[in-house]
Protein backbone atom coordinates (compact mmCIF):
# COMPACT_ATOMS: atom_id res chain seq x y z
CA UNK A 1 0.00 0.00 0.00
CA UNK A 2 1.20 3.68 -0.67
CA UNK A 3 1.31 6.40 2.00
CA UNK A 4 -1.26 8.26 0.06
CA UNK A 5 -3.71 5.15 0.41
CA UNK A 6 -2.72 4.33 4.45
CA UNK A 7 -3.30 7.77 4.98
CA UNK A 8 -6.71 7.90 3.38
CA UNK A 9 -7.56 4.73 5.48
CA UNK A 10 -6.47 6.17 8.62
CA UNK A 11 -8.67 9.36 8.14
CA UNK A 12 -11.59 7.66 6.97
CA UNK A 13 -11.31 5.12 9.44
CA UNK A 14 -10.59 7.69 12.37
CA UNK A 15 -13.42 9.87 11.31
CA UNK A 16 -15.94 6.90 11.24
CA UNK A 17 -14.42 6.06 15.03
CA UNK A 18 -15.35 9.74 16.10
CA UNK A 19 -18.92 9.19 14.45
CA UNK A 20 -19.49 6.00 16.24
CA UNK A 21 -18.27 7.49 19.39
CA UNK A 22 -20.52 10.41 19.37
CA UNK A 23 -23.34 8.00 19.00
CA UNK A 24 -22.12 5.85 22.24
CA UNK A 25 -21.79 9.49 24.13
CA UNK A 26 -25.39 10.37 23.18
CA UNK A 27 -26.76 7.47 24.50
CA UNK A 28 -24.70 7.56 27.63
CA UNK A 29 -25.79 11.14 29.23
CA UNK A 30 -24.58 10.70 32.67
CA UNK A 31 -21.20 10.90 31.65
CA UNK A 32 -21.71 14.43 30.68
CA UNK A 33 -23.09 14.81 33.64
CA UNK A 34 -19.88 14.45 35.90
CA UNK A 35 -16.92 16.82 34.93
CA UNK A 36 -14.27 14.14 34.82
CA UNK A 37 -16.25 11.30 32.78
CA UNK A 38 -16.60 14.53 30.42
CA UNK A 39 -12.85 14.56 30.45
CA UNK A 40 -12.53 11.24 29.40
CA UNK A 41 -15.27 10.62 26.97
CA UNK A 42 -12.93 13.99 25.22
CA UNK A 43 -10.02 12.61 25.31
CA UNK A 44 -11.43 9.37 24.14
CA UNK A 45 -12.52 11.92 21.20
CA UNK A 46 -9.34 13.53 20.81
CA UNK A 47 -7.80 9.92 20.44
CA UNK A 48 -9.34 9.00 17.08
CA UNK A 49 -9.54 12.86 15.89
CA UNK A 50 -6.04 14.15 16.16
CA UNK A 51 -4.48 11.09 14.01
CA UNK A 52 -7.95 11.73 11.49
CA UNK A 53 -7.14 15.32 10.91
CA UNK A 54 -2.88 14.36 10.71
CA UNK A 55 -3.68 11.59 8.16
CA UNK A 56 -6.25 14.65 6.54
CA UNK A 57 -3.23 16.69 5.98
CA UNK A 58 -0.78 14.48 5.01
CA UNK A 59 -2.46 13.55 2.01
CA UNK A 60 -2.74 17.81 1.26
CA UNK A 61 0.33 17.64 -0.91
CA UNK A 62 2.96 14.77 -0.89
CA UNK A 63 5.32 16.62 -2.09
CA UNK A 64 5.23 19.16 0.41
CA UNK A 65 6.71 17.52 3.43
CA UNK A 66 6.17 21.45 5.31
CA UNK A 67 2.51 20.61 5.57
CA UNK A 68 2.38 17.20 7.49
CA UNK A 69 5.36 18.77 9.41
CA UNK A 70 3.51 21.59 10.68
CA UNK A 71 0.28 19.41 11.13
CA UNK A 72 1.61 16.94 13.20
CA UNK A 73 3.44 18.95 15.11
CA UNK A 74 0.93 20.71 16.31
CA UNK A 75 -1.47 17.99 16.33
CA UNK A 76 1.28 16.53 19.05
CA UNK A 77 1.14 19.05 21.00
CA UNK A 78 -2.53 19.49 21.59
CA UNK A 79 -2.55 15.41 21.62
CA UNK A 80 0.52 15.44 24.46
CA UNK A 81 -1.33 18.07 26.72
CA UNK A 82 -4.48 16.59 26.35
CA UNK A 83 -2.43 13.16 27.72
CA UNK A 84 -1.24 14.98 30.39
CA UNK A 85 -4.11 16.44 31.84
CA UNK A 86 -5.90 13.22 31.68
CA UNK A 87 -3.73 11.10 33.47
CA UNK A 88 -5.04 12.79 36.79
CA UNK A 89 -8.67 12.08 35.76
CA UNK A 90 -7.57 8.45 35.53
CA UNK A 91 -6.64 8.25 39.41
CA UNK A 92 -10.33 8.68 39.86
CA UNK A 93 -10.81 5.02 38.57
CA UNK A 94 -10.57 1.79 40.58
CA UNK A 95 -8.87 -0.71 38.93
CA UNK A 96 -7.11 1.00 36.07
CA UNK A 97 -6.16 -1.00 33.16
CA UNK A 98 -2.51 -1.58 32.02
CA UNK A 99 -3.35 1.18 29.25
CA UNK A 100 -4.73 3.69 31.50
CA UNK A 101 -1.64 3.34 34.34
CA UNK A 102 0.54 3.70 31.57
CA UNK A 103 -1.21 6.66 29.74
CA UNK A 104 2.06 8.65 29.68
CA UNK A 105 2.83 6.33 26.74
CA UNK A 106 0.46 8.06 24.69
CA UNK A 107 2.05 11.41 25.30
CA UNK A 108 5.67 9.70 24.72
CA UNK A 109 4.12 8.18 21.13
CA UNK A 110 3.13 11.90 20.32
CA UNK A 111 6.04 13.49 21.67
CA UNK A 112 7.68 11.44 19.10
CA UNK A 113 5.82 12.33 16.02
CA UNK A 114 6.61 16.28 16.88
CA UNK A 115 10.26 15.11 17.42
CA UNK A 116 9.81 13.76 13.79
CA UNK A 117 8.48 16.87 12.55
CA UNK A 118 10.78 19.14 13.56
CA UNK A 119 13.80 16.67 12.76
CA UNK A 120 12.37 14.50 9.86
CA UNK A 121 15.91 13.26 9.37
CA UNK A 122 16.06 11.29 12.80
CA UNK A 123 13.64 8.54 10.51
CA UNK A 124 16.69 7.67 8.67
CA UNK A 125 17.96 6.37 11.91
CA UNK A 126 15.49 3.12 11.49
CA UNK A 127 15.68 2.67 7.91
CA UNK A 128 12.11 4.76 7.35
CA UNK A 129 11.16 8.11 5.08
CA UNK A 130 9.89 10.66 6.83
CA UNK A 131 6.49 10.21 6.06
CA UNK A 132 7.02 5.90 6.68
CA UNK A 133 8.51 6.74 9.90
CA UNK A 134 5.15 8.81 10.75
CA UNK A 135 2.73 6.58 9.60
CA UNK A 136 4.08 3.97 12.19
CA UNK A 137 3.58 6.30 14.84
CA UNK A 138 -0.06 6.51 13.53
CA UNK A 139 -0.77 3.20 13.91
CA UNK A 140 0.67 3.24 18.00
CA UNK A 141 -1.65 6.37 18.18
CA UNK A 142 -5.03 4.34 16.81
CA UNK A 143 -3.65 1.02 18.89
CA UNK A 144 -3.59 3.46 21.99
CA UNK A 145 -6.56 4.70 20.96
CA UNK A 146 -8.77 1.85 21.01
CA UNK A 147 -7.55 0.29 23.87
CA UNK A 148 -7.55 2.78 26.15
CA UNK A 149 -11.62 3.49 24.94
CA UNK A 150 -12.03 -0.22 26.13
CA UNK A 151 -10.65 0.55 29.04
CA UNK A 152 -13.09 3.58 29.43
CA UNK A 153 -15.66 1.72 28.83
CA UNK A 154 -15.09 -1.40 30.80
CA UNK A 155 -13.56 0.44 34.26
CA UNK A 156 -15.27 1.72 36.89
CA UNK A 157 -14.80 4.53 38.95
CA UNK A 158 -14.33 5.11 42.93
CA UNK A 159 -17.32 6.85 44.81
CA UNK A 160 -17.45 10.47 44.15
CA UNK A 161 -16.83 10.62 47.91
CA UNK A 162 -13.44 8.98 47.59
CA UNK A 163 -12.16 11.32 44.48
Known amino acids: MDL ?6 VAG ?7 LWWNVVERRPDWLADPDLRRLVGGVYVSFLLP ?3 SLFAQIDPSEPLIWRI ?12 TLRLI ?8 PGLVRRHRWLVAVVYGLVAVLGVVPELAELVGLTPPQAAAFLLVLLVVLAHALTWEFMTQTRKP ?3 A
Open 52 to 54: ALM
Open 88 to 95: RVDRHVST
Open 13 to 19: TCFTLVG
Open 71 to 82: TFVAASGIGAYS
Open 4 to 9: STFYAV
Open 160 to 162: SSA
